[in-house]
T-cell receptor, first 109, second 115 residues
Framework: GQNIDQPTEMTATEGAIVQINCTYQ??????LFWYQQHAGEAPTFLSY??LDGLEEKGRFSSFLSRSKGYSYLLLKELQMKDSASYLCAVRDSNYQLIWGAGTKLIIKP | IAGITQAPTSQILAAGRRMTLRCTQDMRHNAMYWYRQDLGLGLRLIHYSNTAGTTGKGEVPDGYSVSRANTDDFPLTLASAVPSQTSVYFCASSDSSGTGDNEQFFGPGTRLTVL
C-alpha cells in the first residue's frame, strides 16, 4: 500500500530552526510537495521537489532523497506565525497526491 | 471571485438527506479535486476531474458523486448522507492535470456534520 509518515507534533522555540521529516512508500514518484495549513484554514503550497537535493525558498528549505524515500522541511528563524500543520504529499504514478497526516508545529516564545 | 470558492462554509445535515457542496474557480485550471480531511488522517481524495467533461474516482469515492459540466464548477453530491461523512471537505484545482511543479490551490473548505 501507499504510505506517508510524518511526526504528529513538534515543538520549537521562536528564532530557532526546526526540521520536519517525511518518509514515503508510494506506487511511483512524480514529485513531493510541502504545504502549510493553519488551524481552520486551507492548505497553502510551500515547496516542490522532484530531483534529489535541497530547494531553498527564503526561511524555508526542502530536501529530497528519492533512493531513501525521504524528505525534510527546514524552517529557519522561526516566528510565532509559523505555528501550523505541515503536510507532506507525494504525487504517485497516477499523478494523484498521496498525503501524510501532517505535523503540528507549536512555536513557543 | 478570486481563486476558489466553496459553499456552504458549514452545514449540519440529517442522515439520509441529499446535499451538494459547491466549488467554483476562476483561474481557468484544467484539473479539480475534492478531498475530505479527518482528524489524524491525511487529506483523502474523493473524486477528481482532469478536464471539463471528465471525472475519475479517488481513494474514497463511495457515497459521493461529481460532475464537471464546465471548467469553473465542480460540485460534489452526497446522495444520502451518513454520519461517517462528517468531515471537512476541500475543493482544489491545478493547472495541466497537476503535472510538473503545478501545485494544487485549495478552497476555504466546507465543514459538514451529519447527524
Amino acid at each position: 500500500g501507499q504510505n506517508i509518515d510524518q511526526p504528529t507534533e513538534m515543538t520549537a522555540t521562536e528564532g530557532a530552526i526546526v526540521q520536519i521529516n517525511c518518509t514515503y512508500q508510494t506506487s511511483g514518484f512524480n514529485g513531493l510537495f510541502w504545504y502549510q495549513q493553519h488551524a481552520g484554514e486551507a492548505p497553502t503550497f510551500l515547496s516542490y521537489n522532484v530531483l534529489d537535493g535541497l530547494e531553498e525558498k527564503g526561511r524555508f528549505s526542502s530536501f529530497l532523497s528519492r533512493s531513501k524515500g525521504y524528505s525534510y522541511l527546514l524552517l529557519k528563524e522561526l516566528q510565532m506565525k509559523d505555528s501550523a500543520s505541515y503536510l507532506c504529499a507525494v504525487r504517485d504514478s497516477n499523478y494523484q497526491l498521496i498525503w501524510g497526516a501532517g505535523t503540528k508545529l507549536i512555536i513557543k516564545p | 471571485i478570486a481563486g476558489i470558492t466553496q459553499a456552504p462554509t458549514s452545514q449540519i445535515l440529517a442522515a439520509g438527506r441529499r446535499m451538494t457542496l459547491r466549488c467554483t474557480q476562476d483561474m481557468r485550471h484544467n484539473a479539480m479535486y475534492w478531498y475530505r480531511q479527518d482528524l489524524g488522517l491525511g487529506l483523502r481524495l474523493i473524486h477528481y476531474s482532469n478536464t471539463a467533461g471528465t471525472t475519475g474516482k479517488g481513494e474514497v469515492p463511495d457515497g459521493y458523486s461529481v460532475s464537471r459540466a464546465n471548467t469553473d464548477d465542480f460540485p460534489l453530491t452526497l446522495a444520502s448522507a451518513v454520519p461517517s461523512q462528517t468531515s471537512v471537505y476541500f475543493c482544489a484545482s491545478s493547472d495541466s492535470s497537476g503535472t510538473g511543479d503545478n501545485e494544487q490551490f485549495f478552497g476555504p473548505g466546507t465543514r459538514l456534520t451529519v447527524l
